[in-house]
Protein backbone atom coordinates (compact mmCIF):
# COMPACT_ATOMS: atom_id res chain seq x y z
CA UNK A 1 0.00 0.00 0.00
CA UNK A 2 1.44 3.42 -1.00
CA UNK A 3 1.56 6.70 0.99
CA UNK A 4 -1.38 8.34 -0.65
CA UNK A 5 -3.59 4.96 0.63
CA UNK A 6 -2.42 4.58 3.89
CA UNK A 7 -3.35 8.25 4.53
CA UNK A 8 -6.92 7.91 3.02
CA UNK A 9 -7.22 4.83 5.20
CA UNK A 10 -5.78 6.85 8.19
CA UNK A 11 -8.70 9.88 7.19
CA UNK A 12 -11.19 6.88 7.19
CA UNK A 13 -11.67 7.04 3.15
CA UNK A 14 -12.97 4.26 1.37
CA UNK A 15 -12.71 5.22 -2.05
CA UNK A 16 -16.11 4.79 -4.32
CA UNK A 17 -15.61 3.03 -7.90
CA UNK A 18 -14.03 5.36 -10.23
CA UNK A 19 -16.67 7.99 -12.24
CA UNK A 20 -17.87 5.72 -15.32
CA UNK A 21 -20.17 8.10 -18.10
CA UNK A 22 -22.98 6.83 -19.67
CA UNK A 23 -21.67 6.94 -23.23
CA UNK A 24 -18.72 5.46 -25.33
CA UNK A 25 -18.00 9.51 -27.03
CA UNK A 26 -16.29 10.53 -23.66
CA UNK A 27 -13.78 8.77 -20.76
CA UNK A 28 -13.54 10.04 -17.26
CA UNK A 29 -9.89 11.04 -17.42
CA UNK A 30 -7.31 11.65 -20.25
CA UNK A 31 -3.52 11.05 -19.72
CA UNK A 32 -1.87 13.41 -22.40
CA UNK A 33 1.86 13.41 -21.75
CA UNK A 34 2.16 13.68 -17.74
CA UNK A 35 -1.14 16.19 -17.46
CA UNK A 36 -4.54 13.80 -16.18
CA UNK A 37 -7.17 16.02 -17.57
CA UNK A 38 -10.07 14.78 -15.45
CA UNK A 39 -13.84 15.37 -16.41
CA UNK A 40 -16.40 16.59 -14.73
CA UNK A 41 -17.86 14.86 -11.79
CA UNK A 42 -21.17 16.09 -10.69
CA UNK A 43 -23.34 14.74 -8.17
CA UNK A 44 -25.80 13.22 -9.53
CA UNK A 45 -23.50 10.27 -9.96
CA UNK A 46 -22.42 9.68 -6.67
CA UNK A 47 -23.03 6.66 -4.46
CA UNK A 48 -23.07 8.42 -1.42
CA UNK A 49 -26.50 9.18 -0.17
CA UNK A 50 -24.82 10.88 2.99
CA UNK A 51 -24.52 14.24 0.45
CA UNK A 52 -26.67 16.32 -1.68
CA UNK A 53 -27.04 14.94 -4.83
CA UNK A 54 -29.53 17.55 -6.73
CA UNK A 55 -30.91 21.04 -6.02
CA UNK A 56 -30.02 24.89 -5.80
CA UNK A 57 -27.45 25.96 -3.52
CA UNK A 58 -28.97 28.36 -1.02
CA UNK A 59 -32.27 27.48 -2.26
CA UNK A 60 -33.22 23.94 -1.91
CA UNK A 61 -29.48 23.04 -0.13
CA UNK A 62 -27.54 25.14 1.90
CA UNK A 63 -23.56 26.03 1.51
CA UNK A 64 -22.70 23.14 4.58
CA UNK A 65 -24.19 20.75 2.55
CA UNK A 66 -23.13 22.11 -0.93
CA UNK A 67 -19.35 21.37 0.67
CA UNK A 68 -20.04 17.54 1.44
CA UNK A 69 -21.08 17.28 -1.85
CA UNK A 70 -18.34 19.14 -3.39
CA UNK A 71 -15.15 16.81 -0.75
CA UNK A 72 -17.78 13.65 -1.88
CA UNK A 73 -16.77 14.92 -5.61
CA UNK A 74 -13.04 14.79 -4.45
CA UNK A 75 -13.43 11.68 -3.42
CA UNK A 76 -14.67 10.63 -6.55
CA UNK A 77 -12.15 12.13 -8.53
CA UNK A 78 -9.18 11.13 -6.43
CA UNK A 79 -10.98 7.11 -7.34
CA UNK A 80 -11.30 7.67 -10.67
CA UNK A 81 -7.25 9.36 -11.10
CA UNK A 82 -6.13 5.58 -9.15
CA UNK A 83 -8.10 3.66 -11.91
CA UNK A 84 -6.46 5.60 -14.66
CA UNK A 85 -2.98 5.80 -13.34
CA UNK A 86 -2.96 2.57 -10.65
CA UNK A 87 -0.88 4.19 -8.19
CA UNK A 88 -1.73 6.95 -6.61
CA UNK A 89 1.88 8.36 -5.28
CA UNK A 90 2.07 8.94 -9.21
CA UNK A 91 0.75 12.34 -8.22
CA UNK A 92 3.03 15.10 -8.42
CA UNK A 93 0.48 17.86 -8.39
CA UNK A 94 -3.04 18.65 -8.17
CA UNK A 95 -2.71 21.25 -10.64
CA UNK A 96 -5.96 22.95 -11.13
CA UNK A 97 -9.44 22.42 -10.24
CA UNK A 98 -13.06 24.14 -11.65
CA UNK A 99 -16.07 23.97 -9.58
CA UNK A 100 -18.92 25.01 -11.18
CA UNK A 101 -21.63 25.66 -8.44
CA UNK A 102 -25.35 25.55 -9.00
CA UNK A 103 -26.83 28.16 -6.80
CA UNK A 104 -29.35 31.08 -6.74
CA UNK A 105 -28.15 33.75 -8.54
CA UNK A 106 -27.40 36.26 -5.51
CA UNK A 107 -25.69 33.54 -3.69
CA UNK A 108 -21.75 34.73 -3.90
CA UNK A 109 -19.50 32.00 -1.57
CA UNK A 110 -19.25 29.43 -4.50
CA UNK A 111 -15.29 29.69 -3.34
CA UNK A 112 -16.70 28.26 0.33
CA UNK A 113 -18.63 25.18 -1.32
CA UNK A 114 -15.25 24.77 -3.91
CA UNK A 115 -13.48 24.48 -0.36
CA UNK A 116 -14.87 20.67 0.26
CA UNK A 117 -13.12 19.18 -2.50
CA UNK A 118 -9.68 21.86 -1.85
CA UNK A 119 -9.06 21.33 1.54
CA UNK A 120 -9.37 17.66 0.86
CA UNK A 121 -6.61 17.13 -2.23
CA UNK A 122 -4.50 19.71 0.52
CA UNK A 123 -5.22 16.96 3.42
CA UNK A 124 -4.78 14.20 1.30
CA UNK A 125 -1.61 14.89 -0.69
CA UNK A 126 -0.29 17.23 1.43
CA UNK A 127 0.61 21.09 0.83
CA UNK A 128 3.34 20.35 -1.90
CA UNK A 129 1.30 18.36 -4.41
CA UNK A 130 -2.06 19.16 -2.68
CA UNK A 131 -2.06 22.90 -3.36
CA UNK A 132 -3.54 24.26 -6.63
CA UNK A 133 -4.86 26.86 -8.88
CA UNK A 134 -8.59 26.42 -9.09
CA UNK A 135 -11.71 28.39 -10.50
CA UNK A 136 -15.19 28.56 -8.77
CA UNK A 137 -18.06 30.14 -10.88
CA UNK A 138 -21.67 30.15 -10.19
CA UNK A 139 -24.02 28.78 -12.52
CA UNK A 140 -27.93 28.76 -13.56
CA UNK A 141 -28.15 25.07 -14.03
CA UNK A 142 -26.65 21.85 -14.19
CA UNK A 143 -27.42 18.40 -15.34
CA UNK A 144 -29.74 16.85 -13.31
CA UNK A 145 -30.33 20.10 -10.90
CA UNK A 146 -26.96 18.75 -9.64
CA UNK A 147 -25.32 21.20 -6.66
CA UNK A 148 -21.83 21.07 -8.00
CA UNK A 149 -19.66 19.44 -10.87
CA UNK A 150 -15.81 19.33 -10.51
CA UNK A 151 -13.36 18.77 -13.20
CA UNK A 152 -9.61 19.01 -13.17
CA UNK A 153 -5.99 18.64 -13.85
CA UNK A 154 -3.15 16.26 -11.86
CA UNK A 155 0.48 16.30 -12.60
CA UNK A 156 1.35 12.40 -13.25
CA UNK A 157 4.88 11.10 -12.31
CA UNK A 158 5.92 8.98 -15.76
Known sequence: MGRIEEKLESM????PPPLELPSANRTSAVLAGSMLYVSGHGAQLLDDD???????????ITEEQAYDTARALGI???????????DLDRVQRVV?????????PDFERQNKVLNGASDLFYEVFG??????????V???GLVGRQPVEIEGIFQIAL
Open 76 to 86: KMIATVRHHIG
Open 12 to 15: GIVL
Open 50 to 60: SCARWGKVDVD
Open 138 to 140: GVD
Open 96 to 104: KILGMINAH
Open 127 to 136: PEIGCHARSS
